[in-house]
């Protein structure tokens, strides 16, 4: 196996904000959207994994990759997600904190694409599923290096793997990765489309690129 700093590339010295930083374009470059293949982001992944591990070729051998998506604990048979479009949100002018959110969006008809409610089976990421049922929710790197895919959790839970650039406040606000976020319960209500927050511009990618890939298939 390929050294991680090779992989990514980065110095066997590189700082946490360079290993960020490579792993995002390395992770674009090897998605299959655009030229690379699943074994690259594959490797690209694990490689960023070990080096935010404190990998050292010593610990090689003993390196174990995170599984693609996991779930923190049980996972329901399937979940119901009520979704918002954070957009039309924004549009009419309601607010991510108002109590009675989803009622008010329930009542104001608007389109499928913008406000409804899927399943989603076991093992689908959010992502996954939304995309399963026809919509087209936004992504960028399906890697956990960008912030193109966010979702504010408003009721209920999704999982999250350890190796992703979110930064910790924004955690604990309640915003997760759909792409590779598992629901871990039964009942969830979620702002999609939240790349758009001012707050999370900076962890944004150009999605372009992977959108139309998307607009192609
Ligand atoms: S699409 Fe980049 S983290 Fe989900």
Redesign the pocket.
């Known amino acids: 196996m390929p050294s991680p700093f090779d992989v990514l590339p980065v110095d066997p010295d590189a700082d946490e904000e360079e290993i960020e930083q490579a792993y995002r374009e390395r992770v674009i470059e090897a998605h299959p959207d655009h030229g690379g293949s699943a074994s690259e982001f594959q490797l690209v992944r694990t490689a960023y994994e070990q080096l935010r591990a404190g990998y050292s070729p010593e610990s090689d051998a003993e390196f174990e990759p995170e599984p693609d998506v996991e779930t923190d604990g049980e996972q329901p048979a399937t979940s119901r997600v009520e979704y918002l479009d954070y957009e039309v949100l924004d549009d009419h002018g309601w607010s991510l904190d108002d109590e009675d959110l989803f009622e008010t969006a329930a009542g104001a008809d608007l389109d499928p694409a913008d406000y409804g409610e899927f399943l989603v089976e076991p093992h689908e990421s959010l ?1 996954e599923a939304a995309e399963n049922r026809g919509f087209m929710w936004p ?11 966010a979702v504010l959790v408003v009721e209920g839970e999704l999982s999250m793997p350890g190796d ?1 650039i979110l930064p910790q406040e924004m955690i604990e606000r309640g915003i997760r ?4 976020g598992i629901p871990t319960t039964k009942e969830m209500q979620v702002v999609y489309n939240l790349k758009h927050l001012p707050a999370l511009e900076e962890l944004r ?1 150009p999605p372009r690129p992977f959108e139309q890939a998307y607009l192609n298939d």
């Not at 992504?139 to 895919?149: K, L, Q, T």
């Not at 990765?177 to 590779?180: Q, Y």
């Open positions: 992502l992504f960028a790197c399906r890697g956990g290096a960008c912030a193109n895919c992703v990765l759909s792409c590779n990618l």
